[in-house]
T-cell receptor, first 116, second 111 residues
Framework: AQKITQTQPGMFVQEKEAVTLDCTYD???????LFWYKQPSSGEMIFLIY??????QNATEGRYSLNFQKARKSANLVISASQLGDSAMYFC?????????????FGKGTHLIIQP | DGGITQSPKYLFRKEGQNVTLSCEQN?????MYWYRQDPGQGLRLIYY???????QKGDIAEGYSVSREKKESFPLTVTSAQKNPTAFYLC??????????FGQGTRLTVV
């Protein structure tokens, strides 16, 4: 079975500082993908970044980067130069290729609050 | 604009009633999904469908039913057998090499 663990229920960060949101995962599959989504108070899930298990480079998308450490099974999200609009819930998720099942497995999320 | 439309945004259900949540996408995606989110929790998979006229149970399918008669549509029925249906429901879709795109969600409350 797949499992995602996010150990930070909430974080307060000063505006313009960098933020690291932790995510560890557990799977026996060799082929998998890791995702980060942002959920503002309105409820929709906004895709931020993706990392494939065979990707050699860490993924980057604008201010977002994913610190992928395969041996440690961690996929931390780094937000550079945080902004007030970054305040939201952040979810780490995983999809695996094995077992015939589809869909994402989500962590419980981290509530990030950016303070001016 | 392409996207996923969920309706209604808010839904109230009486005890013992079945209710149906709508999910429509115009992204031409093959796969569609339903997730449930409880307060302070991540999303959990209810059902998914990879092609028309076929669907599979997810992790928490009991008390729910779905249909996939058209590629664009994947309605979810919350039946009276679902003991604790109050939650936020999110529909998503994707094609083979994309991430999942989500709708705006439906907040269901039992009154």
């Amino acid at each position: 079975a797949q499992k995602i663990t996010q150990t930070q229920p909430g974080m307060f960060v000063q505006e313009k500082e960098a933020v690291t949101l932790d995510c560890t995962y557990d799977t026996s599959d060799q082929s998998y993908g890791l995702f980060w989504y942002k959920q503002p108070s309105s409820g929709e899930m906004i895709f931020l970044i993706y990392q494939g298990s065979y990707d050699e480079q860490n993924a980057t998308e604008g201010r977002y980067s994913l610190n992928f450490q395969k041996a440690r099974k961690s996929a931390n999200l780094v937000i550079s130069a945080s902004q007030l609009g970054d305040s939201a819930m952040y979810f780490c998720a995983m999809r695996t290729a094995g077992g015939g099942a589809d869909g994402l497995t989500f962590g419980k999320g981290t509530h990030l609050i950016i303070q001016p | 604009d392409g996207g996923i439309t969920q309706s209604p945004k808010y839904l109230f259900r009486k005890e013992g009633q079945n209710v149906t949540l709508s999910c429509e996408q115009n992204l031409n995606h093959d796969a569609m999904y339903w997730y449930r989110q409880d307060p302070g929790q991540g999303l959990r998979l209810i059902y998914y469908s990879q092609i028309v006229n076929d669907f599979q149970k997810g992790d928490i399918a009991e008390g729910y039913s779905v249909s996939r008669e058209k590629k664009e549509s994947f309605p979810l029925t919350v039946t009276s057998a679902q003991k604790n249906p109050t939650a936020f429901y999110l529909c998503a879709s994707r094609t083979l090499n994309t991430e999942a795109f989500f709708g705006q969600g439906t907040r269901l409350t039992v009154v």
